[in-house]
């Protein structure tokens, strides 16, 4: 989600701020404010003041230099991933040993993939 799609969505407001932005890059306050320091002393102040900054090009334009500088991806976003398994016609509902196997499995494959931060949503038989 782009950064002035997500300030409206969660905070309600067109305007860019400092707070933003440690929530968006989910970086520690001193980390951009070192960055942007380095760029211009200027842009941290009007950050943190209750104007803000509401400019779309540049907010863009920072959010894209943030993004690359800090080696963020955009925010997380769900995914959800179905497994079908082979289960016996009488079978209704998942066995806790069937219902493990597939966890395990589901867990190996993100582990192969270097996938970190995930969590199992739902199980459900399809």
Avoid at 42 to 66: M, N, P, Q, R, Y
Avoid at 71 to 82: G, H, L, M, Q, W
Avoid at 100 to 113: G, L, N, P, W
Wanted: proline share 3%; glycine share 4%.
């Amino acid at each position: 989600m782009r950064l002035q799609e997500w300030i409206q969505q969660y905070h309600g407001t067109e305007l860019l701020r400092f707070d933003h932005l440690c929530e968006y890059l989910d970086a520690t306050p001193f980390e951009i404010k070192h960055h942007l320091d380095g760029i211009s002393p200027e842009i941290t102040g009007v950050l943190k003041s209750e104007e803000g900054i509401g400019d779309d090009a540049f907010i863009t334009k920072l959010e894209h230099h943030l993004l690359n500088r800090f080696n963020k991806r955009r925010k997380k976003v769900k995914v959800t991933i179905e497994v079908e398994l082979p289960l016996p016609e009488e079978a209704y509902n998942f066995c806790q040993r069937e219902r493990f196997r597939m966890i395990e499995r589901v867990t190996q494959h993100m582990d192969e993939q270097n996938v970190k931060d995930w969590r199992i949503v739902n199980m459900r038989r399809i």
